[in-house]
Nanobody, 123 residues
Framework: QVQLVESGGGLVQPGGSLRLSCAAS????????TGWFRQAPGKGREYVAG????????RYADSVKGRFTISRDNAKNTVYLQMNSLKPEDTAVYYC????????????????WGQGTQVTVSS
């Protein structure tokens, strides 16, 4: 079992930035990839970005490409999501996920999930 704890959400104005963190603990040796997903009210869970546990092969949803950057700190077992040029449509609960499969965009490929952190983009 892997425990994931997200932090860094909050309220930001359009055009602003936030950095989300996801700290992993427990059986981290089972992790092959981590991903960020988000869920807005009344909508399904949407893939945002993913990266392998070694820090390679970052990938992004088209909706965030060029604005968001995913990265990993090996020493801290932490994955980050730097979000720039935020838009109101980025408002959602953001979840970190980890799994033994490669970096995919399918939520079902991830076995462990954090509790989520709220990001609100509004003036």
């Amino acid at each position: 079992q892997v425990q994931l704890v997200e932090s860094g959400g909050g309220l930001v104005q359009p055009g602003g930035s936030l950095r989300l963190s996801c700290a992993a603990s427990g059986n981290i040796f089972s992790i092959n990839a981590t991903g960020w997903f988000r869920q807005a009210p009344g909508k399904g869970r949407e893939y945002v970005a993913g990266i392998t546990w070694s820090g390679g092969s970052p990938r992004y949803a088209d909706s965030v490409k060029g604005r968001f950057t995913i990265s990993r700190d090996n020493a801290k077992n932490t994955v980050y999501l730097q979000m720039n040029s935020l838009k109101p449509e980025d408002t959602a609960v953001y979840y970190c996920a980890a799994g033994w499969k490669g970096s995919t965009s399918r939520p079902t490929d991830y076995s462990d999930w954090g509790q989520g952190t709220q990001v609100t983009v509004s003036s």
